[in-house]
Structure formats: structure tokens, C-alpha cells
DNA sequence: CTCAGTCATGACACCGGTTACCATCGCCGG
DNA sequence: CCGGCGATGGTAACCGGTGTCATGACTGAG
């Protein structure tokens, strides 16, 4: 067909025809038009309302009627319009995720638990990777949330942690979970990750390895979660006996890079560590990096501990013993919380913030210390 | 305030009020009500058409009444509700993201990629994985598609590479973008990887090194992938004259696991390979594992060549010589062709496939042939 | 000075659903 | 036999924008 290349001509021409757009040129192309609920409302000979009942589930119709009516829509495969149906109910049945992380399984994990719970709750995600840094940080995600007008947002740390992102929200009367690692906020709004208790688990594991000189690269201080599993890890060492001293504390920044640096640090040390606890996976494998790079054998000479169990720790020889994150499920139950807010329902006085516990896995880099 | 705990009794009771819903008592915790264009009509005194015309750039508007508008408009805060305008419009500015693909990275890039473009041109990204082995998988993709009335999808190897997939969207008229790697397609429904090529590079890398006996470890041959890269290595071997015997070939999956099973057999050959190309990076991953577990030395023993760059392949010890996807980039151009189709423009007679060629990033994995 | 042509603007219908409210109908007891 | 009630279905208005077309003011040519 005799195509106008009018790419985007419309605009700048002030003498253009009216005001007509190029927008059914292409919207006719479509062979048979789609049905709405008027047509349905004919074929089935009632009124549109009737046919919205059906649709809503009302109980108000006939067994007869709603079954005739059921039956044509499924014939003629209606499904009746989203946004007339947004504009109608006030409300979009989207859902946002914020995100400003660079770990991709953890968001991909959590994006996919989440669309689990969204869909059957009928809500579909539309996901915004941010930058806290930027300075539209704040209005990037505000216009995110009302240029679609989302029904709410989950947001993941670091940026979950941030205080006035989270007075936005509420000022925007928007519903928000949070995922973070420490209760920040009304515990309706939070899908809360155990790190203290986990780091402790950690201690636990080392203590018990029988390992005395033992280090930890945290991630920023400005994290909250490195925050937490420094100080739940440095008190379970203290209630066994052991010590983190300050010159086998690192501040690193959750990165490959920094976790290289930091190993690097530590291990000049003397005496130096036999066992390192790595903020999360990717400092781990910077750990391993320094130790492959220095000569120093894992889990002979060193052990390493993760966090997260990204796939990154299987995939590291020797396999990385760290701290499985049910990822998924938390997904899921952010979407959940959220759904139930959106919904008005479960708003209830006092519930109690939604926990998960990470659990250690052992792998081949923990063993007892060398010599 | 009071809570009716009127969870969703709601629909229970046959004779509840007539239909009223639990919908106002939320709606209206909010303070100050959302401005229409309506109240901007009245504040400016001027109808709401004029203030559409405003929002929507028209030109036919007298440079101050734009002004007076604009400035009320800014100063009250009005943003124009994106459902009426989708409704209006027949747009829903939303674009889908159908992905199947186990490699997170890969899916976040091309996500945070895309989406540059598409909030640019007023478009959200909502996401849909899916499993293409699921009984419900095609009439997934089509609720999603038209749960939103999306504008438009892209959708990542390999369930771009499903014809039926295809045709499909073609039958719902809804505009998509297949990222693949060959061209199976109108060239204006693709973003090309160029695989044949990238392989050839990878083959002219060892060939330089001096490797005599090289193997590889292919992804699945339902993979369009695993064939382009499979043929390109072969073929640019054979130029060199070297071969790829097919004892030294071996079908993975992409994944792990199935490169540490292939390896190990390739591994138990004799003489065995002294490099091996592995199909992506979680297959070298694999391949490392074994080397591991047999004592074997990368790259002193044995050459490892990946494919994606992804994080993993900078966080092996030794780093993994692999091949660079641009995968943010092809995101990004996926988008803005997917939105130029949506605004039915650039769609010109014959426009050729969007294509991008891979880059061999040389690391510690890959040296000459030991013995 | 008149007339045609532009430009700027408004009135009104419409997008495809929903709710509020009213009308009708069948069935009941008084 | 009639009024009343609950169950059903219809009508109109509305959600918040946009398209179409008419109209009035202004401009410049003849």
C-alpha cells in the first residue's frame, strides 16, 4: 500500500490540515474491529450493564442470562478494554518495581516471584531501574508513578532505604512495600530480610570450623543490610569468645572491585585472616580474585564466605559457601502485601512486618583454618 | 478512622446495598483531589480542548493563552491522566518485555537498555517472563498482550526464534521486535546478532594462538544460536584448515551443569582438546568447573573461550576470554525501532535488519597450547 | 472597503467501560 | 385482588481525556 512517509511531518507544518494526526492510517489496517461491550450487549439482546454484571462477577443475574452471555463473549473472544476499565475503577492494575541494584539475578528473581502472585491478583508490572544518584532521582520516580498512574510500588534496597523517597510515596498516596533489612517504616510496608540474625549464622559456621582469626569486608555503611550484618556478625563472634577486631574490618562496596581491594588489604595483613566474610557474592569473588592472584588457596590457606547465593557462588571453583536470600519468595510475598493493600483489604491495626531468614549453604570454600 | 472490615464481604451477601463497592472509602483518604483538565479549563477560562491542545504541543494555540495555560498547569501540579488519554488515544504507551532466558544479566541490560529509549519517547516497559515449555504459554503471552493492550512487545532469545510465537502477534496486530540470531523474519521485526561472525573471530583467535586441536561445546541445537555459532566456528576453522572433528563437538545447554558434563567427556579424549569454545559463558563456567575437579590448568592445560561477557566472565579465575554482546545497546535499538513502528513511521519500503556484531574481549583464559 | 483565507478557540460527540438510580416483573401475604 | 418486596434489567451520567467541525477575529489582497 502507498505508504505517506510522513515521518513525523504532522508537526511541523503550521498550515497542516486541521488537526488531523496519522493515527488511522495504521488503526484501520486491523481486518475486524475489536468488540466492546456494546456489542456483546447485542448479540446477547441486553443492556450493557447487564453485560458489565457478567463480567464483574455481580451476583445480581439470572443463572440463565449470565450463562447466554458468558457464552457469546467466549464466542466472539471480547475482552473489554483496560484502560476503560482503569478510567471507570480508578485504578490501572499496574504495579511498579523500583530498582537501583546491581545484582541482576537478585532483581530478575524478584521481579519473577513478584509477577507470580501480581498476575493472579490480575496486575501486570512495569519495572524502573533508577539511579540514587541522579539528580532527578526523586522526579524520575514520581513521574514514573503518575505518568501510568500505578496502583503502587515495591522497591528494592538500596534504594528501598531511602527516607524521602519513601515521604514521596506516602505524600503521593501511593502504596509502597519496601524490601529491606531493617524496620525503617510501618511494618505494613515491609518485606524484611533477617541480616543480623543471618550474619549470625555465619559466626556460628566459622566458630565451629574452629577459625579465631576471622575478617569481614562489609558493603557501604550507608547500606543499612551492611550495616546489620557487620554488627549481628560481630556480636555472634563476641558471644562465642571471638573478636572482630577494627584492622580485620573492611568497608567495601558490595563490588567485585572492592572485594579484591579489600582481601588485598586484609591478607597483607600479619598475622592475616583465615577466614574472610564477604559482604555479598560479588565481594566474595573478589576475594577469590586477590586469593588466585596472590597464590592463596581456597579453603586451605582461606576461608570465604558469601552472601546472596547469586549464581555466581556455584559457578567459582572452589564452589562459595554464603547465605541463600529466598529471593523469589520475597517477590511474591511483596506482590502479595501489596495486592492486599492496593485491594483496601488486610489494613487491619497491627500486622507484623513480613520476615524471611537467610540460611547458610556450605560449599567448598569454608573449611578449617590452615595452620 | 473506623475500618469497616469489610474484607471483601462484598460480593457475599445477595442483598447487599444496591452495588456499592468498597471503592469511594479509599478514594478519598486523599486530601486534596487530583486536578482534571477540566478545573485547568476553568482556571485559565478557556475550554478543555485548548488546555488539550496545550498538553499535546498543537501549534494552533496563541503563544500567551500556551503561556497563561502552561503556568497553571505547572503550578497546580496538573498531569493528565494517563487511562482517558489511552482511552482517547487508543494507546496504552506501554510496551511488552517477553523474555525466556536464564542468563539475568543478559535480561536486565537489554531491559535497563530498552528502557532509556522508551521513556524518552513516553512508553513504560512491563515485563513478562515465561516458560515456553508451559502448556498455557501462547495464551499467556496473549492475555498479557491484550490484558493491557499493549503497543507493542520485543521479546529475547530463544522464545523469539518460536514461529508460532510470531505469528501470533502478527494475527493480533500488535507490533514486535525479535532479538535473534538469524534472519528469520521481515528485517523490520529484527535485531540481529551477528553469531556467524562473532564465532569466526573466536576461531581466528585460536588460530593465531597456534591451537591445533580445538573443541566445542554447542548450545542446544534448538537454539538459532547454537547453530549460527556452531557453523560460523566451524566453517572459519575449515579456512584456516584446521577442522572440527565431531568428536569435538559436543550439545550442551547453555547451561552449568550440561558444560562441566560436556567438558568432562571432551576432557576424557585422547590426545584431548587444548582449547575449548565454549557456547556462553555459564557453559565456560562449566567447563572451568572440571578443569577444577581434574586438575586441569586454564589456560597453561587448556584454553577456554565464553560467549556474552557477562558478569561471570570477569569474576572467573582466570578471567574468561569471551565475546561482547552490546546488550544495553541492543536494547536500546530495539526499542527505538519497536516505537518507530508503533508511531507508524520509519516504516519505509525495504529497511534492513538492525544488526550488531560481538567483540572478542581477550583475557587471562585463553594463551597457546601447552604441549 | 470587501472578501477570502488563517488562525485561535469552543461546543459536542466519543473512546469503552462503570456507577447511581430508576423501572419493571414475578411472587408473596394480607 | 392488591400492595409490597426482592430480583433484574435499563437509562443516563460520568471517568478524563481527544477528534471533528463550526465560528469568530484578524489579516492581506484586490
Redesign the interface.
Known sequence: MP?K????VV?LP?KARP?SR??E???V??AERKHTINDIARLANVSKKTVSRVIN????VREETRKRITEIIKRVGF?P????R??A??R???IGLIYDNPN??Y???F??GA?GALRRA?Y??????CDRHSEEFLSDIRR?I????LDGVMMLPPVSENPVLADMLRKL?CPYIRVISAALDDPRNLIMSMDRQSAAEVAEHLAKLGHRRIAMIMGPRTFRSAIERLEGFSNALADRGLSLPPEFIAEGAYT?ESGAACADALLARSPRPTAIFAGND?TA?GV??TA?LRGVKIPDDLTVIGFDDS??A?????SLTTMRQPIRDMGRMAAEKLVAKV??????PAIAATTVLPHLVARESSGPPGK
Chains 1, 2 share one sequence.
Do not use: M, W
Open positions: 505508504r512517509s510522513a515521518t513525523r508537526r503550521a488537526e496519522a493515527a492510517q495504521t488503526a489496517v486491523s462477577e455481580s451476583p445480581f475482552t478494554d483496560p484502560q476503560a482503569a478510567l475503577f480508578r490501572s492494575f499496574l541482576a539475578p532483581v530478575i528473581n521481579q519473577e509477577l490480575g501486570e508490572l512495569v519495572v524502573h531501574p514514573f503518575t505518568r501510568q498512574k498516596d567485585f560479588e569473588a577469590y580474585r588466585y549464581p555466581l556455584s559457578r567459582l571453583c572452589p485491594a483496601g483489604i488486610a489494613d487491619g
